[in-house]
């Protein structure tokens, strides 16, 4: 077989913050064969995804840091070209942590989800049968407990999960009204990701009484992927026994020291809420099954995903800032060619 | 039938933080029989509650206050001795609101509980088999989901409800740790409450390094009575998937403003906490069985209980306040004569 060359977006520099394009350099190598018990996955699309700027850093966080000189470490969809290993087979498609690479040897650890071939395309994999999507549903279904009627509130409610918990609200009988920045991404998730009503949590002012005026009733559940100053004013409008799933801190930049804020306590006591933490990885046993049901949701059109996909390797370097900036229209995706 | 006298603490003035002897008025008045659909209780045993400054207050709490020159609301455990309620019989002995007084003519909705008669002093439930005990037993196991080898933290660990906790956490096989305020709480913590090793928390200086030092493997459970400075340096010391139990708040007193402290969401995302808030009267319809349990377990001598019993209903005005200045040697109590 003739020597296959290696696309590689690695992590150069060490960033403190956000990972700007400087941070990476795009290198080639010739692609070593797959050893014993390893496959050779040749990836189709990357994800980018807000996590990856805890990964090259080197603060303390719940993952070991991207090693310098290497492969970002990235979620990818491609098909296996060889095999060592009984239970995969050459031409099947995977989802796993195959990097920004074009080709990827690997050992069957690293394949998070085989992919069940649909009409749905490949990069649906990353989307909303990705990371995103699985962590909409399993965090919504298995921390939230919805019941229909029940008055569901999402932080970055358009952005990559929430754009989903406000369709999976809708599906489950809910009323769901999002917080995002901006009225175009209002009007988007109105208009598409079952989203009743929408606050701009920067034009707000007193966000409490922003939330109270779109949520008169109160709230049963409240999926934050933000903390912060938006958590302190949600956690007053929860109803008795509410549930707060905790997706993400993204309202604070830095832990070091710990910021303050409203003490919680005697609101969870009082209105006897559950405040639960969700992190996608614990949940790898339940990934087939919430796929399959999200890919029955998607074929029939009660939940829709957006997608933007950048034509080629060479746009990863700046994508995680791309994305911080909140210019992608939808789920951010690199084409490897 | 000869007219009886009813000797009632009354509420007559209405306190500013703590309640003293001076709020309470010692009045009489005839007792007027049972009407249709009620039942005359002659109370035996009164409960002195912390609860009992929330709800002599009329700031706002999840309860409205005594209204004053009415007999003080309290828990109490009394003999029916007239009944026009079919269900319940005269010669019943029943624990449920029947206020401080001698006298109470009451619906069968302020029965919380039938007393099964027992080899158990009547009492007891007020203390093993009413809230304290109650409390401990459905917070611990229904919001816990304790594990044979897990490890438990436990705040105001010799009071009313963590003498209780530290117990059930020791037959469930847990290794109990407890904070509390002086050595001879510590010492009688250890012998009597199931702790294996107590922290005092005012001499303790940096109470996360005492914490980690004394539970160096972590916490999986934080029962929590008091939130505030303890509740911050616990949540830090918890495992993976560990669960906090909120069930009162007693570090702070006054919620007006709210008090600031650092932000737990990072804590609860990263350790995948579940942090639950805990009321008693939710859970009505679970007492029968967890009162069952507790008395077939104090029955066998695998949870004690002490009572500090006193003698008339002219030690109640005073009471509050010696419960809060931490005077009383067990679950405070009042004999009716």
């Known amino acids: 077989m003739s020597a ?14 956000i990972p700007q394009a400087e941070h990476f350099s795009l290198m080639t190598e010739p692609v070593a064969g797959p050893g014993k018990g390893e496959i050779l996955v040749e990836n189709r699309y990357l994800s980018v995804d807000p996590a990856q700027r805890g990964w090259a850093n080197d603060e303390g966080n719940y993952s070991a840091p991207v090693p310098l000189d290497t492969p970002m470490r990235a979620l990818a969809v491609g098909e296996i070209i060889e095999s060592n290993v009984p239970e995969l087979r050459a031409g099947e498609f995977v989802y796993g942590w195959f990097g920004w690479q074009r080709y990827c ?12 071939p649909s009409a749905l395309p490949l990069s649906a994999n990353l989307s909303v049968l990705g990371m ?21 509130l999402v932080s970055t409610a358009a952005g990559s999960v929430g754009s989903f918990v406000g369709q999976l609200a809708r599906i489950a009988g809910c009323r769901a009204v999002g917080l995002t920045s901006s009225a175009d991404k209002m009007a988007q998730a109105k208009a598409r990701y079952g989203y ?3 606050i701009n949590y920067r034009e707000a002012g007193d966000l409490g009484a922003a939330i109270r005026a779109a949520c008169p009733d109160g709230n049963d559940i409240f ?4 903390g912060g100053a938006i958590a302190d004013a949600a956690i007053r409008t929860m109803r008795l026994r509410g549930r707060i799933i905790q997706c993400g801190t993204a309202a604070n930049a830095s832990w070091t020291p ?5 003490r919680p306590e005697r609101e969870i006591l009082t ?3 559950r405040w639960s933490g969700f992190i996608i990885f614990d949940h790898l046993a339940e990934f087939d099954a919430a ?19 950048l034509p080629g390797l060479e746009h990863a370097p700046s994508a995680i800032a791309r994305l911080y900036r909140g210019e992608n229209q939808g789920k951010l995706i690199i084409a490897v060619d």
Chains 1, 2 share one sequence.
């Not at 710990?258 to 409203?262: I, L, S, Y």
């Open 4 to 17: 296959r060359e290696n696309r590689q977006v690695r992590l150069t520099a060490r960033p403190r913050g």
């Open 291 to 309: 796929a399959a049901r999200l890919a029955e949701l998607a074929l029939a059109g009660q939940i829709v995903h957006d997608e933007e996909v």
């Open 196 to 198: 009743q009503d929408m």
């Open 223 to 226: 999926f934050d992927n933000t």
């Open 271 to 273: 209105r006897r809420l």
């Open 132 to 152: 995103n999507g699985l962590t909409a549903y399993l965090a919504f279904h298995g921390l939230g407990d919805p019941k229909p009627g029940e008055h569901v």
């Open 105 to 116: 040897v690997a050992t069957p650890d690293a394949v998070l989800r085989r992919v069940v």
């Open 258 to 262: 710990v910021p303050t804020g409203p």
